[in-house]
């Protein structure tokens, strides 16, 4: 399965829809498909200017790396050291904090989101409810 | 006037309702604020990866240097020593074909959009159909 | 359909089989998956140090604009300027000669193929002869 | 002597081979030359797509400090400082982890062969494995 635009304009609408019912800061939502690449993006107003940029590099960490950047940043806080040259090996293209998540179809990885404006978890929140909208099972990454 | 995320949404949503009424290739869409952030876009099922990033180069290019990329190219042509000089100053944040639009209001730059995918020519109709769509004048590129 | 390790190393064993046939040049050939990434890679003895990066951009620019190299190089011919600007925008992810190819299956693009180390034409027919080796389809690319 | 592609594709399959004994994690194996130049390269299938840049990374930085990326990971434990400064001196070049492991020849090193994608400890025994397999000694490293 290749994700599609409008599921991942779903997913972008849901999980914008789960960031004003918590009256969440301003955030930015990217989501990229299975090879990293971007499929939909939206950044609210009043979110501030690297907020497309963190939210990318959460969602490329995720896919990268193969698992949710929460888990990546708890496995970073033990080895430090190796992470921070991972950072530097892929070019920037990883952030370690809660909200990149791997979207899932089938058991297989095909594609993420990455959402950055608020907290860690805040972010994270809103990105698994945005998957839920559209549809996406979020199992895989409790 | 800040280019908010609505309105660039609607731009989006008009430049493709354009494509599929021209039966165009599958198309990459960006809308930039007056800064040259990302506000969003989105690629259709089936454009190849290149497109976001040569959608969002036409959009700065377009910002950056204060005219269409039609504009631009046009004057590339007749001093391509100094525009290829342009490009590698930049970063690589400029392409010389029409695609890349100002958004004005009231006379003021505030964003651009950007799109890739089809021909050049293709590529300007559906974004200035696009900015037609959601209100915004396109007479100035003219 | 996922491009495998098995099929990409078949791909490249019959494109180095045919360069062998033909006493080509030490060759580089590298097979990248939908999005761009390497699954396998393999530089003849005496092969030049520039030929990895090189086989790779053909293979990207091929994926990442939806054509082969050689449609993509004609195409530069009778527009510098832009792909030139392409070329700095995808930070040099792209090398315009023939030799780069598309892998499909069932019509999909399932990735792509790039060789670099003799002509561009010797390149190509090593490439097309090695997707043929694996059994892949090469009409769609004449 | 230089790395042949033979027998980097030797170490490579007997790399893979002891990966699938130990029902490792899908790996990327990466095996250089002496300049630091990639010779062969391949991908399991499943294998996240920072796999490969993590690989080359830690075979580039084995070649790159003269010495295996466990010796160099326990350096900069003692001293993160400086072994984050050289991250950046050399642009990502180097990964802390072990799996980098270098390729000797009548004591002279000839290469260098890289694993990311199970834990640092397997990616290594599964380098070394593969040295073994292709007839390489692996004493210098111990």
Do not use: Y
Not at 28 to 37: E, K
Not at 38 to 65: Q, T, Y
Not at 75 to 102: C, E, H, M, W, Y
């Amino acid at each position: 399965m290749t994700l599609s635009l409008h599921a991942a304009q779903s997913i972008i609408a849901g999980a914008l829809d789960a960031a004003r019912q918590r009256a969440a800061k301003p955030l930015a939502v990217v989501v990229l498909d299975a090879g990293g690449h971007p499929v939909a993006f939206a950044r609210e107003d009043g979110a501030s200017l690297f907020r497309f940029d963190i939210a990318r590099a959460k969602a490329m960490g995720a896919i990268g790396m193969g698992d949710s950047t929460r888990v990546l940043a708890e496995r970073a806080k033990g080895n430090p050291i190796f992470f921070q040259s991972v950072t530097a090996v892929v070019g920037g293209d990883v952030a370690f904090s809660p909200g990149g998540v791997l979207v899932r179809h089938a058991g297989a990885i095909v594609g993420a989101i990455g959402i950055s404006g608020d907290t860690g978890d805040c972010d994270e929140e809103c990105a698994l409810a945005g998957l839920a909208a559209a549809g996406f099972s979020t199992e895989s990454e409790q």
